[in-house]
């Protein structure tokens, strides 16, 4: 069973930066695309930047400028650097991986959630 574990969610001030990871456990023989998602209390969950595994990116107009994401194939890692930070960036962030191929066959994952809050 394949889980992603996420890492890096906080408390920051406006204005400030934080960086989130995303890895996969068990072992994995390919993954398509991975991205991350956001939830903020009484929203529907929105896309925030996914990446394939070109690196072929693409960004929710909100984050452009502010966020990257990046990957590490080797490591099926996910990363999302978040500079710029906004209040309105508080939610909770899920991390995403599409058509993840193990053994066992080939399905679609999300994390736990990791809190971001942007607060002065």
Known sequence: ????????GGLVQPGGSLRLSCAPSGIILRINTMGWYRQAPGKQRELVATITSG????????????FTISRDNAK???YLQM???KPEDTAVYY?????VQ???GRNDYWGQGTQVTVSS
């Open 76 to 78: 099926n890692t996910v």
């Open 102 to 104: 193990t053994w066992d």
């Open 83 to 85: 500079n710029s930070l």
């Open 1 to 8: 069973q394949v889980q992603l574990v996420e890492s890096g």
């Open 55 to 66: 690196s072929v990116t693409n960004y929710a107009d909100s984050v452009k400028g502010r």
């Open 95 to 99: 991390c995403n991986a599409q058509n």
